[in-house]
Nanobody, 121 residues
Framework: QVQLVESGGGLVQAGGSLRLSCAAS????????MGWYRQAPGKQRELVAD???????NYPDSVKGRFTISRDNAKNTVHLQMNSLKPEDTAVYYC???????????????WGQGTQVTVSS
């Protein structure tokens, strides 16, 4: 199976920056899409950014221009550079990978354990 381990969360003042990293390990046959989601207290989990194997990235308007996602396909890692952070960016951030662990297995979503990002005003 695929395991995802995140790092890089923490506490930062508004206007500051943080970089999140996520590494996929385990039995990996292929990973199609990798990305980041976040969930604030009392809210639904939402997409922050995702990126395909070919490098096509996607952002919601709330983070466009401030966040940048990047990926190393050879290392199965994905990073999220977050600049100009706002208090409303405070949430638990989850790494996501969509792929399969063997040639005979179906594609499915895999999730990391989450890392807290707190932006103080």
């Amino acid at each position: 199976q695929v395991q995802l381990v995140e790092s890089g969360g923490g506490l930062v003042q508004a206007g500051g920056s943080l970089r999140l990293s996520c590494a996929a390990s385990g039995s990996i046959f292929s990973i199609n899409r990798m990305g980041w989601y976040r969930q604030a207290p009392g809210k639904q989990r939402e997409l922050v950014a995702d990126i395909t194997t070919g490098g096509y990235s996607n952002y919601p308007d709330s983070v466009k221009g401030r966040f940048t996602i990047s990926r190393d396909n050879a290392k199965n890692t994905v990073h999220l550079q977050m600049n100009s952070l706002k208090p409303e960016d405070t949430a638990v951030y989850y790494c996501n990978a969509y792929g399969r662990w063997s040639i005979s297995a179906p594609n499915r979503d895999y999730w990391g354990q989450g890392t807290q990002v707190t932006v103080s005003s």
